[in-house]
């Protein structure tokens, strides 16, 4: 009796399972997209278990190695793609209807809701048009001097480690610089994240930027249902988290609300106004009072509106830029004659007191420098994979990607194929100079990612790059020390090891 109801079950559960999975498996065979072995039900469920942020890189690295530029790949029902094949970063970033995120991007939800890197449609379109105001170059005046204040404090922070003798993982300096500048740009608030790393806000989002991404390769944890059961403590951490950030969020934006009445009503207000030629110098609008002063359709933002984009730029606007500036510290450490012709731009730059100021048009004159960081962003790119989640088939060349799949532009590995670069694993600034960017047209290089949903923040990440990098470099001398990088990926690009480099007081 119970081994009839066994197998039905076991029926039962196959010939759905086939069901759902039928199309896209005919589909993939159709189209000739190879993967590892699928079995019904768990999919290629047993390999994933052994898959997480430390080693996805590589197993993804192994699997192109085995199957060509693309794979597929199962988890349960969910269809996966992995590319590295140009036609498809063409065909996908270049599209204005394929906007809709791969399904990992769902662990980003409960902090970000629907905020502008993952929202669609009519919403994110018209919020898009409003940020693209707050990236102006007259406005990023004003953060050049965020920049250059914290890059000041996190000099003074490295000091105590700069003896020429001590491996520094520099991601913990620059986090926290990275945080503070952030902080300030987007809330216009300071939490001294660098004097005060325990400020609950801080310390809430550095937890739900490490618990999320890591679900997404824990299968335990995947599964909102399955979470609550696998681990109820570190679930009962998250949510804690998150409304400590949330609050903190909620209550910047009612008292800066506030204010912004206030001026209102005493006649001191001055909305941001491209036109005015000093906006630079006098606008100290952060990216907040932008979205306070917006309206769409006639309708001011709420403040949840409000909130959701607030919490996207503190996402995406310090992890980002600490990984790429951390990695190019590491690889300039070990390329000493791209150090020397770095330092050397920057004395003839920015003088010889490296105290100095920085301004906008002298961080846009570091070609060089800005050469080196390309580079490092080619090795290293902060975000080493873009997803797209698609619900119609996709025509790509003379395959067919069927609809309910999510295809993930691995980026890590586009930038490291030898028949989009010559002498791929070298690190070469040079390639960046003057007319050597052909490969940007073809989208063999897409750090910021490319078309309509592409970084709206590259200008800024930039200057804060140059700003950070350009003054650890003026005060010391890096040195290679310290492990080499072991690749890691929770949505940033990370190393298991840290990044290391040694620092040197420079005699100046
Ligand atoms: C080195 C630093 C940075 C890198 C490499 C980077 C990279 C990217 C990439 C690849 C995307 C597309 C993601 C996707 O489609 O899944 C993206 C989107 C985005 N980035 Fe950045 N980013 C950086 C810094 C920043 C900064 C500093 C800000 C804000 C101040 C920012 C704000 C955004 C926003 C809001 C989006 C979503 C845009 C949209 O969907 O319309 N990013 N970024």
Redesign the pocket.
């Known amino acids: 009796m119970w081994l009839t109801l066994l197998a039905a079950a076991l029926i039962l559960l196959l010939t759905w399972d086939f069901g759902r999975k039928r199309h896209r498996v005919a589909a993939f065979e159709k189209s000739q997209i190879p993967g590892p072995i699928s079995i019904p039900v768990l999919g290629c469920g047993l390999q994933a278990l052994r898959l997480g942020a430390e080693n996805i890189i590589g197993w993804v690295g192994e699997q192109f190695d085995r199957y060509g530029k693309t794979f597929r790949f199962w988890i349960l029902g969910e269809s996966l793609i992995y590319t590295k094949d140009l036609k498809y970063f063409e065909t996908i970033l270049n599209s204005t209807t394929l906007l809709e ?1 791969g399904r990992l ?1 769902e662990y980003l939800r409960p902090f970000l809701n629907d ?3 993952v ?1 669609t449609g009519r919403k ?1 379109h018209a919020r ?1 048009k409003i ?1 693209t105001n707050a990236f102006h170059f007259k406005v990023l005046e004003h953060y050049v001097e965020i920049m250059d204040r914290n890059s000041g404090i996190m000099v003074e922070n490295l000091r105590e480690v700069a003896d020429g003798k001590t491996s520094v993982d520099t991601l913990k300096y620059v986090s926290l610089a990275a945080l503070d500048v ?1 902080t300030e ?2 809330m216009g608030v300071q939490v001294n994240a660098q004097k005060d790393p325990d400020f609950p806000y801080i310390k809430a989002l550095k937890s739900v930027v490490y618990i999320q991404p890591d679900r997404m390769f824990k299968f335990s944890q995947r599964y909102d249902w399955l979470f609550p059961l696998a681990a109820p403590l570190l679930r009962r951490r998250l949510l804690s988290d998150i409304r400590v950030m949330h609050d903190f969020t909620d209550k910047v934006i009612r008292e800066r609300r506030a204010t912004v009445e206030r001026a209102k009503a005493d006649g001191t207000y001055r909305p941001l106004s491209l036109g005015d030629a000093d906006i630079g110098q006098k606008s100290q609008m952060a ?1 907040l009072d932008i979205l306070l002063q917006s309206s769409i359709n006639n309708q001011p933002l709420n403040d949840a509106d409000i909130r959701e984009e607030v919490d ?2 503190m996402f ?2 310090d992890d ?2 600490s ?2 500036v951390s990695h190019a510290l590491h690889a300039i450490a070990r390329h000493p004659e791209v150090q020397q012709r770095i330092h050397e731009e920057l004395l003839q730059v920015l003088g010889k007191d490296p105290h100095a100021p920085v301004t906008q048009s002298q961080l846009q004159e570091l070609k060089y420098l800005e050469c080196a960081i390309k580079e490092t ?1 080619r090795l290293y ?3 080493p994979a ?2 797209r989640h698609t619900h119609k088939d996709l025509q790509i060349g003379d395959k067919t990607i069927p609809a309910n799949t999510s295809i993930y532009l691995v ?1 890590y590995w586009a930038h490291r194929d030898p028949d989009y670069f010559p002498d791929p694993l070298s690190f070469k600034p040079e390639r960046f100079l003057d007319g050597q960017e052909e490969s940007h047209k073809n989208f063999a290089y ?4 490319a078309g ?7 200008k ?2 930039f200057l ?2 140059k700003a950070l990098i350009s003054k650890v470099l003026r005060f010391y001398e890096l040195l290679p020390l310290g492990e080499e990088i072991q690749p890691m990926m929770n949505f940033i690009l990370r190393s298991t090891t840290g990044i290391n480099v040694g620092l040197r007081p420079r005699n100046s």
Not at 446 to 449: A, D
Not at 452 to 458: A, E, L, R, T, V
């Open positions: 995120k991007y905020g502008l890197l929202s994110w898009r940020f952030i740009a987007a990216l996207t730029f995406e606007g980002t830029t990984s790429g962003m790119p902060p975000v873009i997803g980026l897409v750090p910021f990612s309509p949903k592409n970084c709206i923040g590259q800024f990440a804060e790059m």
